[in-house]
């Protein structure tokens, strides 16, 4: 495959998992994580086809469709080399009654997604009873995408005499409780960023630009220009805000972009990715649906149009550039007036970031705009990625900093191209006992004005 040496983690995990250890290892993106679990996966499911083992032997699991995709082609590369080894992916959006007749021939590696995998362990069709090896890739991404239950379920029915290891950029309490469930007590942990005092790639220039609300759309604008002739990547918080960008710059300012969001189906997903690989020149707009494990070469800049929900996605999302020994790559983050506290979380989690300053002049987008605006179903999809974007605002966690209750929301409606703030529901993601909180919102979202007392959430 045209490696010559192994990375850190590779060395550090791969003489304890080939020895058949449990193995917890965190280490940054790009750093060859896939190699380190494939390599001990493809070694002892061929030992155990030599002693005439059948059926299913090892199981990977990854939080979404796009990295399982990744992982089972790097796999397929790796077992050419073993003719009698099978292997299956199996995730949501394809036709499940063929996996189904696939993985009852006893696949030995299945690489899967969460979801799926839990559906098909419910047949009497799928059999892995003798399963040897479960792999749990981006482990922490798994449980904030909702399927903890899911492996809960998956970890309870598969065999406990097993192999079990766990890998991820980050680590979160919900993967600490897993660890302590799912693997034996001599599991070994190896983190080969404890000793760093970055939590980022060395070749990652990043940085952060502090831009009032309703002019974030023409400072979008003027970067994607700048940056025409480059590889980008630009995440927003929401599907429909990707959707209505996409709309506007592909269609109304004649770009050369493209998107990738949840919604859509997994056909166009997987065709969107393999084009955006290929390319030496496009932007990719999309959720943190792409902010994940994907391997994609030579992506230049990463563009966070919306803000992380934390410092770990932060993490996550600019490992799509710079990967690799002695690669390269530029992030910048777009920071509201109100966000700006954002940067000193990051620097707490040696996350250090340049002060870019705005420029002096912007393309006049107005006529555009006006254009757009008389399609109703553009006017519409405006309105739908406002409510998203405000609705985004509710799973964030550091609530000082990303505070719904003080945004100016006529500000948040022109930068989608609206003149006034739409009449939509934000009043989402507030628990029983925040119900007066609720009411109070409702109040300050019609009114928009929010009393200094009320910030503090």
């Not at 025409?228 to 805000?241: E, G, I, P």
Request: glycine residues 4%.
């Amino acid at each position: 495959m045209g490696f010559k040496a192994m990375t850190d983690i590779q060395a550090e995990v791969l003489p304890k998992a080939l020895d058949g250890n449990d193995v917890v290892a965190t280490a940054k993106t790009g750093s060859g994580k896939t190699l380190a679990f494939l390599i001990p996966v493809v070694e002892l499911v061929s030992s155990l086809i030599k002693e005439h083992q059948k059926g299913t032997l090892a199981i990977i699991v990854s939080p979404t469709r796009e990295l399982a995709i990744q992982t089972f082609t790097v796999l397929q590369e790796i077992i050419t080399h073993h003719e009698l080894m099978t292997s299956l992916l199996v995730i949501g959006g394809e036709n499940r009654k063929q996996q189904s007749c696939e993985l009852s021939k006893g696949i030995h590696i299945v690489v899967a997604t969460p979801g799926r995998l839990y559906d098909h362990m419910r047949t009497k069709e799928f059999d892995y009873s003798s399963v040897k090896c479960l792999v749990l890739d981006e482990a922490d991404k798994i449980f904030q995408f909702g399927f903890e239950e899911d492996i809960k379920q998956i970890v309870n029915r598969l065999p406990k005499n097993r192999q079990t290891m766990l890998f991820s950029a980050t680590q979160s309490a919900a993967t600490d409780n897993l660890i302590k469930t799912a693997m034996s007590d001599d599991v070994h942990l190896i983190n080969t960023n404890e000793d760093d005092d970055r939590a980022t790639v060395e070749g990652l220039k990043q940085g952060y630009v502090i831009c009032e609300t309703e002019y974030r759309l023409h400072w979008l604008h003027k970067l994607l220009k700048k940056t025409q002739n480059s590889k980008v990547m630009v995440f927003f918080s929401s599907c429909k805000s990707v959707i209505f960008h996409y709309e506007f710059f592909h269609k109304y300012c004649d770009m050369s972009v493209m998107c990738i969001h949840g919604k859509m189906n997994q056909s166009d997903r997987t065709d969107t990715i393999n084009k955006f690989y290929n390319a030496q020149k496009m932007a990719l707009f999309c959720t943190d649906l792409a902010a994940r494990g994907l391997d994609i070469p030579e992506v230049n800049w990463i563009i966070q149009f919306d803000p992380p929900s934390d410092t770990n996605e932060y993490i996550h999302r600019v490992g799509r550039t710079a990967r690799g020994l002695g690669a390269e790559g530029q992030a910048v983050l777009l920071l509201r007036p109100e966000e700006r506290e954002f940067v000193n979380y990051l620097r707490d989690a040696k996350i250090y970031l340049d002060k870019y300053e705005l420029w002096n002049k912007y393309s006049d987008l107005q006529s555009k705009i006006d254009i757009a605006m008389k399609d109703p179903e553009f006017h519409n999809l405006a309105i739908e990625a406002f409510e998203g974007y405000t609705r985004a605002f509710e799973v964030k966690k550091l609530k000082h900093v990303f505070n719904l209750l003080n945004m100016d929301l006529n500000s948040v409606a022109k930068s989608f191209g609206l003149k006034e703030k739409p009449d939509v529901d934000i009043r989402v993601g507030f628990s029983k006992k925040h119900r007066p909180r609720k009411r109070m919102a409702a109040i300050l979202a019609k009114n928009n004005t929010a009393p200094m007392k009320l910030l503090k959430t």
